[in-house]
């Protein structure tokens, strides 16, 4: 049974860094672990910026292929979760009044949202410590990204989704992670191994 890790936050976060460094140290470790990063950047990438809600339908099965090809690792990673459309569309609607489409649209959203929190065995949050810089890809800037947070954050507690909320640099959340998964990791100091 795989085990699955969803490592959740707003965009320019450090989620995709964090992954791979947790895949570097897994491996490492001598664990069977895969990893898949965030389908909606690759898409952005070539498609262009999400201008309708329906497209999160398409985010959401590119993110699930991604995720289900990882079936046959012991860990499974991925910077993303097959939820985060959902809230993503809920935050591109904002307040504005909602045609019936729409409705529909997030209902279906919010129902595949809710089927796929408990594949997820383990889910981290990582803040926003470092500031945001634009990569040329994503469309949002600091004050939107900042808001994508909260929005990520809403959902999880009022979902009432058990997760962790990481802090620190890179390899100091990576080792949080470990330590909740409780995988030991040995770090090999060339100045100490023995010829």
């Known amino acids: 049974m795989t085990t699955r890790i969803a490592i959740l936050g707003g965009p320019r976060c450090g989620k995709t860094t964090l992954m791979q460094q947790l895949y570097v140290d897994m491996k490492i470790a001598g664990l069977d672990v895969g990893c898949a990063s965030e389908y909606s950047t690759d898409y952005l990438r070539e498609k262009g910026m999400i201008e309708t809600i329906s497209e999160q339908y398409g985010i959401y099965l590119g993110q699930l292929k991604l995720e289900e090809d990882l079936s046959s690792f012991d860990y499974a990673i991925t910077d993303y979760a097959t939820f985060v459309p959902y809230i993503y569309a809920r935050f591109m609607l904002g307040n ?3 045609t019936i489409k729409e409705i529909e649209i997030l209902k279906d959203l919010y129902g595949l949202a809710i089927r796929d929190i408990s594949k997820y065995d383990y889910i981290f949050y ?29 959902f999880l507690g009022n979902e009432s989704v058990p997760y962790s909320k990481l802090t620190g640099n890179t390899k100091e959340r990576a080792k949080q992670i470990l330590n909740v998964l409780g995988v030991d990791v040995e770090v090999h100091n060339s100045d100490n191994d023995s010829i």
């Open 126 to 154: 990582v803040g926003r410590e470092f500031g945001y810089s634009k990569d040329g890809v994503r469309w949002q800037d600091e004050e939107t990204a900042a808001a994508i947070d909260d929005a990520i954050l809403q």
């Open 96 to 98: 504005r009044k909602r």
